[in-house]
């Protein structure tokens, strides 16, 4: 070795630089990912407080929005409230409304009642041509008003609810025995001729809407039939009685044949007859047959006639032959009761005065009593007039009924004494409570020929 120079490391020098070198390297790659997580968290930490304020921003949308909902909710509550009021509103004004017309159709359906009735008892023997065709006209005035305030009444019940069904099983043999008492005077007076075919079916339905319907039916097929035949039959087909009304008229266009339901709505043939009305009777008959369940049908050939069909559920058969013929024609056709004895009782003068003329132009002895009070002193004043039929309004003074005063007769002249309890009064409950008690029942306005079919079927 020379003198003055360095001496040199050697193999252990070089290894210390190695490893001195590996450690840098390594603290290095260390930093790098200590360098990385601190950048991982710095961006989680960005992201969270970004998260942070996006919270807090919908927190507020949030309760923005449930201030909003809540004001709906307290608006909505106050608009339910509302119509809560305006329903229970509607319903008042609905039941005022039935009673309104319930009430008003009475009071004027009797003067139409005593109008009706004086009208006949004018005309029975009237011959003067001109005085035939004022009657006549103003007969049909009297129709057109009591077609008008039958439909207000139904009307007004179908809309308030108050006309709901009870179902019951009804025998098709009386009520076409009831409709053929209706209808055979008015056909008669068309040369028309109405053939009721007896039927022993019983069906599931509403006495009172059934009734209702077929009337409705009859009347039509009376009214626009000019000649020819008016059928009312019944038949099976499958488990539904098929309740048929058919007619002789002038037909329906086949584009009018749906329509011919709808409310105000007059077919063709309406133009050629003289009725009047707004077209509500076919509308009324397809809504009580909807309420009851029953099907309708129409057939109709333009200038051939109609066939009108109800379909009621058969609920068996009734026992004996369905309708009882206690009259024969000749009978039918007379035109007076001689020797017919008759109690009259109604609380209305102008009804009695009306009736005192009718009745003795029939031939009639008649006994009159204004009200149940009179009753007791006509049987006082007359215990020996035993009655042959008597003819009562169903409502009479201070709450009275007609059926109370038949009753009280009853209990004078015997049990099986004939009654009529005249009414305008639809409900059910009536038709229940008269048949109860063994009456028959006529609605006001009262047509002659109906009461006087009624009585000769009575007086038999």
Not at 44 to 66: K, M
Not at 140 to 164: M, N, Q
Not at 294 to 323: D, N, Q, T, W, Y
Request: aromatic content about 4%; charged content about 25%; some cysteine.
């Amino acid at each position: 070795m020379r003198a003055g120079s360095a001496p040199y490391p050697g193999p252990a020098a070089d290894q210390t630089v190695s490893e001195l070198q590996r450690r840098v390297e390594k603290l290095v790659k260390i930093n790098a990912a200590l360098m990385q997580r601190v950048e991982r968290s710095m961006d989680q930490q960005a992201n969270a407080f970004s998260l942070f304020q996006t919270a807090i921003s919908l927190e507020a949308q949030v309760r923005v929005r449930t201030e909003e909902l809540k004001s709906a909710l307290n608006r909505l509550e106050r608009a339910n409230d509302d119509l809560t009021g305006a329903r229970d509103a509607a319903e008042r004004a609905n039941r005022f409304k039935t009673t309104f017309f319930t009430a008003v159709g009475h009071d004027l359906l009797q003067p139409l009642h005593a109008a009706r009735l004086s009208l006949s008892a004018m005309t029975e023997n009237e011959t003067d041509p001109q005085h035939m065709r004022l009657t006549e006209q103003i007969d049909h005035a009297l129709s057109t008003i009591e077609e008008l305030l039958r439909t207000i009444l139904d009307l007004s019940k179908l809309e308030s609810g108050v006309a709901k069904p009870s179902l019951m099983s009804v025998a098709l043999g009386e009520l076409f025995q009831s409709l053929a008492v209706n209808f055979e005077p008015m056909a008669r007076n068309k040369n028309v001729r109405l053939t009721i075919r007896a039927s022993d079916a019983l069906v599931t339905s509403d006495p009172l809407m059934l009734r209702r319907i077929l009337q409705n039916l009859l009347a039509n097929a009376v009214h626009y039939t000019e000649r020819g035949e008016i059928l009312l039959a019944a038949r099976r087909r499958g488990d539904p009685v098929r309740i048929e009304v058919w007619d002789t008229g002038p037909g329906i266009d086949p584009d009018e044949q749906e329509r011919i339901f709808e409310e105000f709505h007059r077919g063709s043939a309406s133009e050629l007859s003289r009725g009047g009305g707004f077209g509500m009777g076919l509308s009324i008959t397809r809504r009580m047959a909807d309420a009851l369940g029953h099907g309708i049908e129409l057939c109709s050939r333009k200038g051939c006639g109609s066939r009108f069909a109800v379909l009621a559920p058969f609920a068996g058969r009734a026992a004996g032959s369905g309708m009882p013929s206690r009259q024969n024609a000749e009978v039918r056709q007379a035109y007076g009761f001689p020797a017919a004895r008759i109690v009259v009782v109604d609380n209305d003068e102008a009804v009695l005065e009306a009736m005192r003329t009718l009745l003795d132009r029939w031939g009639c002895a008649a006994r009159f009593a204004l009200g149940l009070s009179d009753v007791e002193s006509l049987i006082a004043r007359e215990p020996s007039f035993r009655p042959d039929v008597v003819l009562a309004d169903y409502h009479l003074e201070h709450g009275g009924s007609g059926l109370a005063a038949v009753g009280r007769l009853r209990a004078v002249w015997g049990a099986g004494l004939p009654a009529i309890v005249i009414s305008a009064d639809y409900s059910p409950e009536l038709t229940k409570e008269a048949s109860q008690a063994a009456c028959e029942i006529l609605r006001k306005p009262v047509k002659p020929a109906e009461l006087r079919a009624l009585m000769m079927h009575l007086l038999g």
